[in-house]
């Protein structure tokens, strides 16, 4: 048996960040990873520069691109360009990188990788809780973050977490080369998906590409849409590495943690549900459980509920309303796209909430009364 302080089930974003911060306070880690070995990970990859105030290292060698214009487009066409206010600059990461450097950083802290350690069984056992895998030591935990990602189903089984699931499903393309897109540029395409919307975004030399539907639970003909989308950036119809993925979208308040456990990034359902913004709420979300768990572990907090309580108030509150916001857009996303994005303001508005500048709540009232006058 392995007697570990903490240990965090995933090596993703929200875990290495968790971990590291743990690590560097002194506790003993050990980080769970179910696979053997990276793989690519084609997903969006944006991420507000704001984040570099969680660490005290440098996280520019994972950023690909920084983002100075985005392109709108309704079904290819009636496009609208933007430039983003240089403020509030927006970064583009490949996901194995930021996740390896996360992961090396919380290593040179001191927390020890396990991988492969698929966790199989979580018991609570007295003060301690007990993960074993099929493969390696079981280990004993006093804390336990769960950061296996949407998939995860550790959240439900220990309580916390919402009721229901609200899930989105995306396809994620990464290709070779930048075709037809400027780099420093992102693009965003509604009107293609039904119920979402499309996006491109640069990498050093290549380009993540994504379908994605927030209403329902698939995107519908994906292969239709990347048909028509994939030719209009430069590339052909059939190019690219594919994966599809069910994602845990914001579902409302509920609680994120139990007695010594808690749920960070994707497991606690913290994707933005209007945007998919995915990155700066596990990097937030593995930051704070770190706060709370360290003094949680040191006896200066009774209970994990200040963890819970922070990402509402930090999260939560502004996705109640980017959640109302998503339930009007996209069912009328054609009225959306007219009052929304091609209003003069929309697009620094949108810097802002990427950036944590503002959040929906500032102007979700605005936006949904607009939507529903017009509609009506």
């Not at 995933?10 to 990276?38: C, I, K, N, Q």
């Not at 994707?271 to 572990?297: I, N, Q, T, V, Y």
């Not at 069912?331 to 009052?339: A, D, I, S």
Request: hydrophobic residues 45%; contains cysteine; charged residues 20%.
């Amino acid at each position: 048996m392995i007697e570990t302080d903490v240990a965090v089930i995933g090596a993703g974003a929200a875990g290495t960040a968790a971990a590291f911060h743990l690590a560097a306070a002194g506790h003993s880690v050990s980080v769970l990873e179910a696979e053997p070995s990276g793989r690519i990970k084609p997903c969006g990859g944006g991420m507000a520069s704001s984040v570099q105030n969680w660490f005290p290292f440098d996280l520019t060698p994972a950023v690909d691109d920084v983002i100075r214009r985005v392109d709108f487009s309704w079904c290819l066409e009636d496009p609208v360009v933007a430039d983003l206010p240089g403020e509030a600059p927006f970064w583009i990461v490949r996901r194995e990188h930021l996740d390896r450097l996360l992961l090396d950083q919380a290593v040179s802290a001191g927390a020890t990788l396990h991988r492969p350690f698929r966790v199989t069984c979580l018991e609570r056992n007295d003060a301690c809780w007990t993960l074993k895998s099929e493969q390696g030591e079981p280990i004993q935990a006093r804390a336990v973050v769960i950061a296996d990602g949407s998939g995860s189903p550790w959240p439900q089984q220990v309580g916390i977490g919402p009721r229901s699931l609200h899930m989105a499903s995306t396809l994620s393309v990464r290709l070779e080369g930048l075709g037809a897109l400027t780099p420093g540029t992102a693009r965003f395409e509604f009107g293609l998906v039904h119920h979402g919307f499309a996006w491109a975004f640069p990498l050093a030399d290549g380009i993540n590409v994504g379908v994605g539907t927030f209403i329902g639970r698939d995107v519908a003909d994906s292969e239709t849409i990347l048909s028509a989308l994939l030719p209009d950036l430069g590339f052909s119809a059939d190019a690219g590495l594919r994966q599809q993925a069910s994602l845990r979208v914001w579902n409302g308040h509920s609680p994120l943690h139990s007695d010594g456990v808690m749920a960070v990034g994707d497991a606690a359902s913290l994707c933005d549900p209007f945007l998919a913004e995915g990155l700066r709420p596990a990097l937030m979300s593995g930051c704070e459980a770190a706060k709370h768990l360290d003094r949680w572990l040191r006896g200066e907090e009774r209970s994990l509920h200040g963890y819970s309580r922070e990402m509402r108030q930090r999260w939560g509150d502004s996705m109640a309303w980017g959640r109302r916001i998503a339930q009007v857009f996209y069912r009328f996303p054609g009225v959306g796209y007219q009052l929304g994005v091609k209003r003069p303001t929309a697009p620094r508005r949108i810097a802002q909430i990427l950036s944590g500048e503002m959040g929906y709540g500032d102007i979700a009232q605005r936006v949904i009364r607009r939507l529903l006058l017009q509609r009506n």
